[in-house]
């Protein structure tokens, strides 16, 4: 099993939609969780972190399941320029790198 | 304020000749990472440098790649006698610190096309 699995897409999703992701993860010890944004041909970048509480930042919400071992990502009202992959990272904390899922593409459609 | 810089931008290079990426991280950030990023693919973890420890070299995927940390900041990523298939994007990023609940930053990547 992956350190980390998404699922790649593409979510094909209308303007003003709702979406959501998820990100499953296999280390039961990991304690820090990252959404990043990437665009084509672009570096990543951080979108937000993922708080144990879930957190919210405008149309976009984190939220962790330590039951389930998964992190999800809500985006609502999406617009065109939402468009990019959605990469996961997840953290064993301490001095550890982390480690990326592969990414999910949205695609959001007019 | 400054972000990651990476250099050169892009690379184009006959195959068996020997190329040099440079990352400047943050000021102050202790950890560096590199990566590479296939087109179409996801990240794939090279390389870390945390402060003056030895780095993990856990993910160079042959004795061809190398990396060193000058005085903890500039770092320089070493392919000797390339290959097609090094062909890729290579991603450096900075943390303040090599602990992982802190975020990565990343430099806009050296894209490495090799003839």
């Known amino acids: 099993r992956k350190e980390v699995e998404q699922d790649p897409g593409p979510f094909n999703v209308p303007e003003g939609a709702t979406v959501a992701f998820n990100c499953t993860y296999s280390n039961s010890a990991s304690q820090s969780f990252f959404w990043y944004r990437q665009d084509c041909r672009k570096e990543p970048k951080l979108l937000m972190s993922?708080?144990?509480s879930g957190n919210e930042d405008g149309r976009f919400t984190a939220q962790l399941n330590r039951a389930s071992q998964y992190i999800s990502l809500l985006i609502r009202d999406s617009k065109l320029s939402d468009s990019a992959t959605y990469l996961c990272v997840v953290s064993s904390g301490g001095y550890q790198k982390v480690t990326f899922g592969t990414g999910t593409k949205l695609q959001v459609i007019p | 304020g400054a972000g990651v810089s990476q250099s050169p931008s892009n690379k184009v290079t006959e195959k068996g000749k020997d190329v040099e990426l440079r990352c400047d991280p943050i000021?102050?950030?202790?950890?560096l990472y590199w990566y590479r990023q296939s087109l179409g693919q996801g990240l794939e973890f090279l390389i870390y440098f945390q402060g003056n420890s030895a780095p993990d070299k856990s993910g160079l995927p042959s004795d061809r790649f190398s990396a060193e940390r000058t005085g903890g900041s500039v770092s320089t990523l070493t392919i000797q006698r390339t290959q097609q298939e090094d062909s890729a994007v290579y991603l450096c990023?900075?943390?303040?610190f090599g602990q992982g609940n802190q975020p990565q930053h990343f430099g806009d990547g050296t894209r490495l096309s090799i003839l």
């Open positions: 990023a900075s943390s303040l």
């Open positions: 000021s102050g950030h202790t950890a």
């Open positions: 993922v708080y144990s």
